[in-house]
């Protein structure tokens, strides 16, 4: 079957930190993988992804690689702000059925 | 970009009452809605897929005869919960799947928080 599992939180950190939180999954067939966050009152919104393994999926300073060998796709960025605190979803979406599997998030919270 | 809204944002019933949520999508056309429901710090559970024109499909473990599930257009789809519970109270979420932005690309409604007294 699909699933995702992620770190637990929550996750602290202080401003420029250096962030990883850990994805792997479980998946048949070939998968794409994804990164959403969700901000205080608002929906999920995509921070990247990747559809093949070995490709890098970034955005706004966040990166993630498709590791298949692993099966991981780690969320990774070097400095983190304030601003970045928010939940933090892995998941994943396998052919057919264009369904999303979500990891249960994880809650960063950034301090000054 | 892509907008998904949701109606109610925040809704209070009592048990017994039905409760229907909207889901548009504002500048895009979905064939493909998705209805999620998430519990406090936990993941979302995909509860059914909607297609326009036809029935949903649900998953296993959801009752389709009390999650009502219509997609009446390409824009619109809708969730009733019928003869509500305190156990249903919970934070609802859809998504939409925008065919323009690639296979699978979808964008996320911010949600509507249910709660049943």
């Known amino acids: 079957g699909n699933s995702v599992t992620q770190m637990e939180g929550p996750v602290t950190l202080s401003e420029e930190a250096f962030l990883t939180i850990n994805c792997t999954y479980t998946a048949t067939g070939y998968p794409s993988l994804f990164w959403y966050v969700q901000y205080p009152g608002e929906g999920l919104q995509l921070l990247l992804k990747a559809t093949k393994a070995d490709d890098k999926g970034s955005n706004k300073g966040f990166e993630a690689t498709y590791r298949k060998e692993t099966t991981s796709f780690h969320l990774e960025k070097g400095s983190v702000q304030v601003s970045d605190s928010a939940v933090y979803f892995c998941?994943?979406?396998?052919?057919?059925?264009?369904?999303?599997?979500f990891g249960t998030g994880t809650s960063l919270t950034v301090i000054p | 970009g892509a907008v998904v809204s949701q109606h109610p944002s925040w809704v209070i019933c009592k048990s017994g009452t039905s409760v229907k949520i909207e889901c548009r999508s504002l500048?895009?056309?979905?064939?493909?809605m998705f209805w999620y429901r998430q519990f406090p710090k936990q993941s979302l559970m995909l509860m059914a897929t909607s297609n326009e024109g036809s029935k949903a499909t649900y998953e296993q473990g959801v009752e389709k005869d009390k999650f009502l599930i219509n997609h009446a257009s390409l824009t619109l789809s809708t969730l009733t919960v019928t003869s509500a519970h305190p156990e249903d109270s919970s934070f609802y979420i859809c998504?939409?799947?925008?065919?323009?932005?690639?296979?699978?690309?979808?964008?996320f409604g911010p949600g509507t928080r249910l709660t049943v007294t």
């Open positions: 998941a994943l979406r396998n052919y057919p059925g264009n369904q999303f599997y």
């Open positions: 500048d895009f056309q979905a064939t493909t």
């Open positions: 998504s939409a799947n925008h065919l323009a932005g690639g296979p699978g690309e979808q964008y």
